[in-house]
């Protein structure tokens, strides 16, 4: 298999002809490096939650899932690819971040304290730290090479993409967002804020594409410990960074070497958060995929 390329998380292969292999290691990274030491599963929960959308959103917007199964990876594909791996469609992709924005939080909230506002959404003044806004706000990012990405205005994306497909862009992420927070506020879990992929595919269809609702790209909170004013504990890498922060590390390559309990706490988050949300165990999830 040719790998085309290699991301923090991800690694993409050429398959030939308009598919690729999207193989989900368990790196994980923080403050954009890359940690010497994997979290055991990650890599099968991020792909297994994203399945769990790809299936559930056809009638929004289509995806790049091809297949999941084992028996549909090339000849060199091990069992070890099993639950991490996806065949996909060949995609366009947009030269944006689509974010929705439910509640006012990270970068958001920051951009609110400043000015008000949050990627030329003006919001009512007085709105407190992860207060729910009125409606679900469409907050594009441009993709960064290298650092964080950069929240950019309407106006700025459709400069980059074109009017008619950041609209497209925004109406498919609004649904996809909508759709999503019910069914996680159905499982006792908040969805604050996400992030999606979307590309065109060999017909210039707007497709999803990477990975939908995941806790790596997503904002989640137990709704039980949620309060306005606060930063609400989350499912995704807040636990790893909190740790970090009290290591001495100055957020500069290299990482340090994750200690077992660190790890251990990181996974056990990634698996509550995708055994709430989908309603399955890993196990079952691989079973599906190798069975």
Not at 200 to 221: H, K, M, Q, Y
């Amino acid at each position: 298999m040719q790998l085309l390329l290699q991301g923090k998380v991800r690694d993409v292969h050429d398959l030939g002809g308009n598919t690729l292999l999207i193989v989900t290691s368990d790196r994980i990274s923080a403050y954009d490096v890359v940690m010497p030491t994997p979290i055991p599963d990650k890599g099968r929960v991020l792909t297994a939650v994203s399945a769990h959308w790809f299936a559930r959103t056809g009638h929004i917007a289509p995806n790049h899932v091809v297949s999941t199964h084992l028996r549909d990876m090339p000849s060199e594909a091990g069992d070890d690819l099993a639950g991490r791996s996806m065949v996909v469609k060949r995609l366009d992709m947009l030269p944006i971040e689509c974010v929705v924005r439910g509640y006012l939080s990270g970068s958001g909230w920051r951009d609110y304290t400043a000015k008000d506002a949050v990627c030329g959404h003006v919001l009512p003044r007085g709105l407190r730290q992860s207060e729910r806004l009125p409606e679900p706000i469409f907050t594009p990012a441009t993709k960064a090479q290298s650092g964080h990405d950069e929240n950019i205005t309407r106006d700025q994306a459709a400069d980059i993409v074109g009017r008619e497909t950041l609209e497209e862009a925004e109406r498919i992420s609004i649904a996809l967002y909508e759709f999503v927070a019910a069914q996680a506020e159905a499982a006792g879990i908040i969805l604050a804020d996400t992030k999606f992929e979307l590309g065109r595919d060999e017909n210039g269809v707007l497709t999803i594409g990477d990975e939908v609702a995941t806790p790596d790209s997503s904002r989640f909170w137990p709704a039980d410990e949620y309060a306005v004013g606060t930063s609400p504990p989350s499912f995704d890498k807040q636990y790893l960074r909190d740790w970090l922060d009290t290591s001495g590390w100055d957020h500069t390559p290299p990482a340090p070497e994750l200690p077992p309990d660190v790890v251990a706490g990181t996974r056990e988050r990634y698996l509550e958060a995708h055994e709430r949300l989908t309603g399955r165990t890993l196990d079952r999830w691989i079973q599906e995929c190798t069975e």
